[in-house]
């Protein structure tokens, strides 16, 4: 059941709704239908190449061409 980002065409509010099968979301002020799917962080993140062989984790997992511990991330 994943949690979609939705944007209310009717009064522009912008909200987070599980979904469930195929269940149509409804704007929960207004309780508009018509709504458009934002692209999520979180889907960003899942779309996201897989890294080249490196260490799983936040030193190493971004492919730095220094190596592993050479980012800002660790």
């Known amino acids: 059941m994943p949690i979609f980002e939705f944007v209310c065409k009717e009064c522009d509010r912008e909200f987070e709704e599980l979904v469930q099968g195929a269940s ?17 962080g ?11 062989g490196l260490p799983a984790g936040p030193c190493g997992s971004c492919g730095h061409p220094d190596g592993p511990g050479a980012c800002a991330m660790g």
């Open 24 to 40: 149509q979301p409804r704007c929960p002020s207004c309780d508009s239908a018509e709504l458009e799917k934002k692209l999520s």
């Open 42 to 52: 979180f889907a960003v993140a899942v779309a996201a190449p897989k890294s080249q």
